[in-house]
């Protein structure tokens, strides 16, 4: 099992726009093809307008099949030109990371 660990930093007065078009539009669609996310949070004390996502996977072959076919839709495509083009965001990052043998991330 691995998980996709993704962070992404909001401009300035925008995670609010951000947020709205993600739930609208892109949620709707990683659920299809990705499944539930494992996590999803904005930070409160810290570094603000960051949002951090996890995503679960069987394997890097299975997080690789399940986002070619996302990638893959017209529909897709189009909301992340819609998020590039409102330019809502300033960075985005995501590490690949695995389990220690002690953490069960099933219960």
Not at 43 to 61: F, M, N, P, Q
Not at 74 to 95: F, G, S, T
Request: hydrophobic share 35%.
């Amino acid at each position: 099992m691995i998980f996709d660990h993704r962070t992404y930093t909001a401009r300035p007065n925008q995670l609010g726009h951000f947020l709205k078009l993600y739930e609208e539009v892109g949620l709707p669609m990683q659920r299809h093809y990705i499944g539930e996310p494992f996590g999803f949070f904005q930070t409160h004390i810290g570094e603000l307008s960051r949002i951090v996502h996890l995503w679960k996977y069987d394997s890097l072959a299975d997080r690789e099949a399940r986002r070619d076919a996302m990638e893959a839709d017209p529909a897709w495509q189009d909301y992340r030109r819609r998020v590039i083009e409102a330019d809502h965001l300033l960075d985005m990052r995501n590490q690949i990371l695995k389990p220690v043998s002690f953490f069960d991330p099933g219960k």
